[in-house]
């Protein structure tokens, strides 16, 4: 008899201590959603959160997809996006994980996506890629670089006979002041009829003026790569560049970290391209002589009405055209004012 007492309460004892914990449980649960919506009363969310309602998902797709200049193309798109209830998604951007431009637009593909917007590298399967989206029904926008040959709808971009020609002018300025061997660095994954006419055009701007001018193809495949190829040529002793001809961000970047590093500031002129912070201080203490830009808000939201121009159509120009123009220290001042204002009227 005593043995079953024993039994009876312990068996209380167990089934007391499990109502307590799930009392217990449902308590720290009761508690944390009342944190939770303290929370987001104090941020001024609480009740008022809704969710937007979408007609298209585009995905915007590029190698450098964390870089400043695609952060602002990425920006212009998704502004232009939301006007025209467009939900736009920046596809590889801050993930674990580098994945190659190829497994993105599979990723975007698989997604079924309404349309995608990418930069091309060159590369014969990209081309494959947007043929099999467009088989999807997935209409695609190329950006920066085109890809002519594929079922792409239209491309956003420069034109490039006009960006050598606006390099040209700014080449003919430090050729005034003495220098005499230019350098042109040539991204590995641009096309090679886009490389061609920019180095064309640059070439006539400078012939007959008894300098020098060569081409380097940088190699991308990483940061590290582009950034020890440029740094190899600036500390080769053997070579007499004086100027150096940078026809992307992160080239500009490299540059001018290597010219510093290596002392070679005003041994080296750097004429670089887009309007980063860093790249415009260094332009501001003359370390770089001029940088070229673009208005990459601009292109962005090109991208997403090319693309909604198309869907609402099933039609769309070829080509989209976006201005360039140089930033020197002689127009420095009118350039940040003229930010400034447009800062301005955005708030």
Known sequence: MPNIIKVIIK???IMLAAIISIFAGVFIILIGMTMYSNRLSHLGAGDNLNYNTYKYHYAL??????????????EGALNQGKELEIYVERIGSNLPIAYSLQDLIKMAIASKVDGIIIEPNGDEEIT?????????GIP???????????KRKSFVGVNNYNQGQIYGKQILEVIAEGKKNITVLLNSNSSVASKNMIYSSISEMVAGRNVRVESVNVNTQSTFSSEEDIRNLIKDSRDSTEVLVCLTAADTRCA??????YNKVGVIEI???????LILSAVQKGIIHSTMTIDAKQMGALCVEALNEHKQTGQVSDYFSVDIYAINQDNFNDYINLKLEEEQNRQ
């Not at 450098?64 to 695609?70: G, H, L, N, Y």
């Not at 004429?271 to 912070?277: L, V």
Request: overall charge negative; proline content about 4%.
């Open 140 to 150: 695609v926008i190329t950006v920066l670089n085109d890809e002519p040959n594929s």
């Open 11 to 13: 068996n209380k004892v």
């Open 128 to 136: 494959e890629l947007i043929n099999m989206a467009d088989e999807e």
């Open 61 to 74: 797709i590029s190698e450098e997809a964390d870089a400043p200049f695609w952060e602002a193309i990425y």
């Open 256 to 261: 001018y970290q290597a010219v510093v590093d």
């Open 271 to 277: 004429i670089g391209y887009y309007d980063s912070d």
